[in-house]
């Protein structure tokens, strides 16, 4: 009996250092090459090169504006890229288990009216393989998230779709059902100018003052006019602002609170209203597309630290990371394809007197996780989307979960973690200053909650720290003055392209911007 | 001394015997056959014991010791034999070379226990007496294993049990001569050192085997476990009994040796039957090598092609003889192609190559990943794989017990452009199950007659399994999608009322 006691106490205490030896690592987002823009000086470019146009940045936004101009017949044009590759949040990463998301990973069937330039692009690159008799589009069925979609973990249960049931009293559960036929309403409803209340792109909604009045208090203040009291409804409507926007309940304006339950009106002819797109890459799948035919044209590794109009010309300076050149493009256009913060840093523009303080941005943490079989408590099984009550995370996505194969012994599942709790520039900073080892143990503690056992199961995890992963649609932003003058072009040379011009940072807001972007300096020409 | 050495003498007679029948049920457990298994175990071991007898002679001195030294290796050999059969019968090509040494080796080794005990005791006894003393312990203590091996042992210990208990018991043995003698056994110490290592190896095995043979495997399952593996992908678990051989995969009954021929003649021919041409056969699934073995009854066929996602399946098909008894050997035809992979992944990066006829053999839509083999995707690329006038059959659950699922199927197959000819069958371990003949282009027929070596179908049986009765009626059902797996849903709720 000696022996097997002394067995028992070796493997537990094995099993707590099977948790120190699980590899894990930062990878991603070239900080400090960034950083250089705030704090060294660069030297005058050698380099100067004649072009069209120059695409500054390469995300959606940037590939997007990059797809519409190739399309229309102008080739000569580059995009810079400041990272390896190209994608922005929408960055991928793979392993030879599975590919993965590094950000956002799936596009809701999107809306038919004002998203003509997406149904194009969404045929290009056969997610749309043709329409039917009524017009309704058919999608790849490949593409499609697969059933089963969501799981909520609460009250020590895995419950089927992450809007908080088991184990809820009958009055909480009529206070959601309350609230989801309010935010079915405002789906529906159309303002004075004929417009819908909520839509996507947020340029197209009505701006009927009985909706855009929304957006002067938050969403967590909307939830109490309304005489809403559940705990659970907070909780989920702080899932979902978080989700979306990387930002809490109480900081997101109600309007895009709202906007997220209310904007999308997607039909197809295979799928119901509601049914998300996605892939092993996540929407990495979509710059994959994007880029297709773009390959000569994107170069990445690429620090543009300024960009200013002299005689007429835009002049483009940038630093080559791997050979510490630098170079200058001279363009009769450009198209800034970055967020505003960048944007205003390298037009040298904080001096001028417009404002751009509202635009603020969420950190994010992401993480990847290499894991073996697992064991899973009881309930709905493991779903594409895993959500936990108890976490300030957003749970994890199953990378897998889209491929056609009946088996997998490992799985890479991608964990999201946007930092809420305080002002963003401290919990930046804190994201800035905290290594791999403090998120390991984070992210093991976490999802120790739901997998007790969870540690013996991973292989590896690697992280990736977003500084500014999204733009926050805090209360006031949405229909500021700032936010619908950023986008005006300098002297029709300089054209505006990000997802932050429309507030909300998703696919179909940064292709709309791109191609908006693109289209306005088609125009003037 | 006496009394001691003919006890002893009474513990290593039982042992012995217990395992010799230890040996034979689990070669007839394993390899069928009880009669040839016991015959030969039993012919094998009393003629090792005559080894064992005739190399008596050249053991001269420290008999005593000797003998203890012997206890102790029987018992470590008995007791982990069943042990060891179990887990390595998956290594069917050995196995026989692997239980017959085992089996002599206990053999000898008992062979040489009873001469050796006769010259222990030679001075303490007269010649009359010693004989009849240890020769009558002996067959008492044969009389008492027989009887308790089949009445009290088998039912209540399991045979992996039983064989360390008695190990453990003749280790003892071992132990307590070796504490009472210890003046006149050389090497006493290292031989009380063993004896306490093996017992503690011995209770372990014992400790163990009840968890993990007898509770989680055995206890499951209605008759005798005799084949258990998890393969990376399933648990395959192999169970007989007098008259019949089924195997199941994580705990699910796929077939009985019983009443299969109805399930495979019922999933085979009224496709081939029908059919102008069935020169390329696809299986999907199906690694049992049953419904292939029905092919092989076509001449005309040219070649067979079987997907099956489990190695360990296909290969236990194609090793063990009761098995390939039963699937007369259909994998190893030379018209037979294995390939182990994911069907779905298969079909979709297989594209160019095109069959006549496709069977597929899944097992139930009882969760997500397996729901997938069942939607209007995959059935897409069965559409694709088939030539223009092919067909393809689908196993699809019972449409008496899952009316639901059933008609899932047939609609969502009819869905991606196929005609549909579902019909049912009786069969008894299953129950009444369905079956759907998906149909492409224009060229099937529904059979009027069948090849004449089946035992179940003909032409009067095939009309009466193409009626639904009132209570099997088609129902309207949703389509089945990768995005809704409406199927998983329909199978849940109709099996959970149904066993409950």
């Not at chain 1, 036929?181 to 996507?200: N, P, S, V």
């Not at chain 2, 031989?191 to 290592?197: E, G, V």
Request: aromatic share 14%; hydrophobic share 40%; proline share 3%.
């Amino acid at each position: 009996m000696k022996a097997i006691g002394a067995t028992m106490v070796a493997s537990s205490f094995s099993c707590s250092e099977k948790s120190n030896d699980i590899p894990a690592s930062i990878v991603g987002a070239s900080v400090a090459i960034g950083h250089k823009l705030r704090f060294d000086k660069i030297p005058e470019p050698t380099l100067i090169e004649e072009i069209d146009t120059i695409i500054v940045g390469g995300g959606v936004a940037g590939l997007s504006a990059a797809r519409y101009l190739h399309k229309k017949g102008n080739h000569h044009f580059k995009v810079l890229e400041l990272e390896n590759s190209a994608g922005g949040n929408s960055a991928y990463g793979s392993n030879n288990i599975s590919a993965y998301p590094w950000g956002a990973h799936y596009l809701p069937i999107p809306n038919p009216e004002n998203s003509e330039d997406l149904f194009d692009f969404l045929k290009e690159a056969n997610i749309v393989t043709s329409f039917n008799s009524k017009g309704l589009p058919v999608y790849n069925d490949y593409y499609l998230c697969f059933d089963p979609e969501e799981r909520l973990f609460i009250n020590g249960y895995w419950q089927d779709g992450i809007i908080p049931n088991f184990g809820l009293s009958e009055k909480e559960r009529k206070e959601i059902k309350d609230f989801m036929l309010l935010m079915e309403d405002f789906r529906r409803r159309k303002g004075m100018d004929g417009k819908y209340a909520f839509t996507i792109p947020v340029d197209f909604s009505s701006q009927d003052s009985e909706f855009t009045a929304l957006d002067k208090i938050s969403m967590a203040e909307y939830l109490k006019q309304k005489g809403f009291t559940s705990s659970h409804l907070y909780w989920y409507a702080d899932y979902c602002c978080r989700d979306d926007y990387g930002t809490n309940v109480n900081n997101t304006s109600a309007w895009a609170g709202i906007h997220y339950f209310a904007a999308r009106k997607g039909e197809a002819a295979n799928a119901s209203q509601g049914t998300v797109l996605t892939w092993p890459e996540g929407n990495g799948f979509l710059v994959k597309k994007l880029s297709e035919k773009l390959k000569d044209k994107v170069i990445s590794n690429q620090l543009v630290y300024s960009v200013k109009i002299e005689n007429g010309k835009v002049l483009v300076d940038y630093l080559d990371s791997q050979t510490h050149k630098t170079h200058r493009y001279i363009g009769s256009n450009c198209i800034m394809a970055t967020p505003q913060f960048i944007a205003n840093r390298l037009l040298d523009r904080s001096h001028e007197t417009i404002s751009q303080s509202t635009f603020s941005y969420a950190p994010w943490m992401v993480a990847n996780i290499t894991i073996k079989e697992f064991k899973d408590r009881k309930g709905a099984p493991l779903s594409w989307d895993n959500v936990f009550y108890d976490s300030k995370s957003l749970g994890y996505v199953n990378a897998n979960h889209q491929n056609e194969n009946t088996f997998h012994d490992k799985r890479v599942i991608t964990y999201y973690l946007p930092l809420t709790d305080g002002d963003p520039v401290a919990e930046r900073k804190k994201l800035y200053d905290t290594d791999a080892l403090y998120w390991r143990n984070h992210i093991i503690n976490d999802l120790s909650q739901i997998h007790p056992e969870i540690a013996k199961s991973i292989e590896n995890i690697d992280i990736w720290r977003w500084g500014h992963g999204m733009v926050r649609p805090i209360p006031g932003f949405i229909w500021s003055d700032e936010r619908k003058n950023a986008r005006q072009s300098i002297e029709e040379k300089i054209f505006f392209a990000h997802s932050d011009l429309s507030g909300i940072s998703i696919f179909e807001e940064a292709f709309y911007q791109g191609t908006r972007a693109a289209k306005e300096l088609l125009n003037k020409s | 001394m006496q009394f001691f050495l003919l006890l002893s003498v009474f513990v290593v007679a039982t042992c012995g015997l217990i395992y010799e029948l230890i040996a034979g049920t689990l070669a007839s457990y394993l390899l069928g056959d009880s009669v040839t298994q016991f015959s030969t175990i039993i012919g094998v071991y009393l003629f090792s014991m005559g080894i064992g007898s005739f190399f008596s002679k050249y053991f001269k001195k420290n008999l005593l010791a000797w003998f203890i030294q012997l206890e102790i290796m029987v018992g470590l050999i008995g007791g982990t034999s069943s042990t060891i059969l179990f887990l390595l019968f998956e290594e069917v090509e050995s196995f026989r070379f692997l239980l017959y040494m085992l089996v002599s080796l206990t053999g000898i080794l008992v062979g040489l226990e009873i001469p050796l005990l006769m010259r222990i005791l030679k001075n303490k006894l007269e010649f009359e007496d010693l004989v009849s003393k240890i020769f009558t312990y002996d067959y008492i203590g044969a009389l008492l294993a027989s009887l308790i091996f089949p009445l009290v042992l088998v039912p209540y210990m399991g045979l992996i049990k039983t064989s360390f208990f008695f190990g453990i018991l003749n280790v003892v043995v071992a132990t307590v001569l070796c504490i009472k003698f210890e003046k006149e056994v050389k090497w006493a110490s290292v031989l009380k050192t063993q004896s306490i290592a093996v017992i503690i190896l011995l209770l372990a095995g014992f400790v163990y085997s009840e968890k993990i043979m007898a509770f989680t495997e055995s206890l499951s399952y209605p008759d005798k476990v005799i084949y258990a593996k998890s393969s990376p992908y399933q648990r395959i678990v192999l169970t007989k009994n007098s008259k019949e051989l089924r195997l199941f995969l994580n705990g699910n009954l796929q077939f009985s040796s019983f009443d299969e021929y109805r399930y495979h003649e019922a999933l085979v021919h009224p496709g081939m039957q029908g059919l102008q041409e069935h020169n390329d056969v696809l299986v999907l699934g199906g690694g049992d090598g049953l419904a292939v073995r029905e092919l092989l009854k076509y001449n005309t066929i040219k070649t067979i092609t079987l997907v099956d996602l489990d190695g360990a399946i296909t290969s236990l098909f194609k090793n063990n003889h009761m098995l390939l008894d039963l699937n007369k050997g259909s994998l190893l035809d030379k018209k037979v192609k294995v390939i182990n992979a994911d069907a779905f992944k298969w079909l979709k990066e297989n594209s160019p190559r095109q069959f006549d006829f496709i069977i597929i053999d899944f097992p139930d839509p009882s969760n997500y990943s397996i729901g997938k083999l069942y939607t209007d995707t995959f059935y897409r690329l069965i559409y694709r794989a088939l030539k223009e006038n092919g067909a393809a059959v689908i196993q699809s659950t019972s449409p008496f017990v899952a009316p639901l699922s059933y008609w899932c199927i047939d609609t969502t197959i009819q869905s991606v452009g196929f005609k549909t000819l579902p019909y049912h069958a009786f069969v008894p371990s299953f129950g009444d199950w369905g079956y759907i003949l998906a149909v492409k282009g224009t060229q099937y027929s529904i059979p009027d007659n069948f090849i004449s070596n089946l035992r179940f179908l003909n032409h009067e049986t095939f009309q009466q399994m193409l009626i639904f009765p009132k209570d099997m009626e088609k129902k309207k059902t949703e389509i089945n999608k990768l995005n809704n797996q409406a199927i998983v849903h329909y199978f849940e709720k109709e099996w959970s009322e149904y066993l409950h």
